[in-house]
């Protein structure tokens, strides 16, 4: 049971490791969707854990009830350190995507990186083509045992 009329949230926010658990059953179907555009590299318990160790970071967009989540991270490159965005999802996007986007750039300003990041489905372009976002590269994968592939 998530109990978020206490100070723990007032709007979009970030969810101390602490708290997953008390909103996880609230988001869970959330990340679950992004998960399934993973193509086999994640299941939702890969990302509950991921998040509970405290190495990823889980915002939820709140606006009365939760709307959405987002999953983010800090990659470090060899000449950048930047805010990968690597999961999100939920419900009625446009009421809080320019919000939570306001609040990950003061997040990853905060910490020092470059910019923020994220690997998507080509279908995420349109919706942050006004923010600022660029395509600069695309994902390949090759599978290994084609058999598999087409049967």
Same mark, same amino acid.
């Given at each position: 049971?998530?109990? $978020?009329?206490? @100070?723990?949230?007032?709007? @979009?926010?970030?969810?101390?490791?602490?708290?997953?658990?008390?909103? $996880?059953?609230?988001?869970?179907?959330?990340?679950?969707?992004?998960?399934?555009?993973?193509?086999?590299?994640?299941?939702?318990?890969?990302?509950?854990?991921?998040?509970?160790?405290?190495? #990823?970071?889980?915002?939820?967009?709140?606006?009365?009830?939760?709307?959405?989540?987002?999953?983010?991270?800090?990659?470090?490159?060899?000449?950048?350190?930047?805010?990968?965005?690597?999961?999100?999802?939920?419900?009625?996007?446009?009421? $809080?995507?320019?919000?939570?986007?306001?609040?990950?750039?003061?997040?990853?300003?905060?910490?020092?990186? @470059?910019?923020?990041?994220?690997?998507?489905?080509?279908? $995420?372009?349109?919706?942050?083509?006004?923010?600022? #976002?660029?395509?600069?590269?695309?994902?390949?994968?090759?599978?290994? @045992?084609?058999?598999?592939?087409?049967?």
């Amino acid at each position: 049971q998530c109990d $978020w009329s206490s @100070d723990v949230c007032s709007s @979009d926010l970030l969810v101390p490791p602490q708290y997953i658990d008390t909103c $996880w059953g609230k988001i869970e179907g959330f990340i679950g969707g992004a998960a399934e555009y993973t193509y086999g590299r994640f299941k939702t318990s890969n990302i509950y854990d991921m998040v509970k160790e405290g190495d #990823y970071q889980l915002w939820v967009a709140f606006n009365g009830q939760m709307k959405g989540a987002v999953v983010t991270n800090i990659v470090t490159y060899p000449q950048r350190k930047l805010l990968c965005m690597q999961f999100c999802g939920g419900e009625d996007l446009k009421e $809080w995507k320019d919000p939570m986007l306001a609040l990950l750039r003061r997040f990853a300003k905060d910490l020092g990186c @470059d910019g923020i990041e994220s690997t998507a489905r080509p279908g $995420w372009a349109k919706i942050f083509q006004d923010d600022g #976002y660029a395509a600069n590269w695309v994902t390949f994968e090759l599978p290994i @045992d084609m058999e598999k592939n087409n049967g």
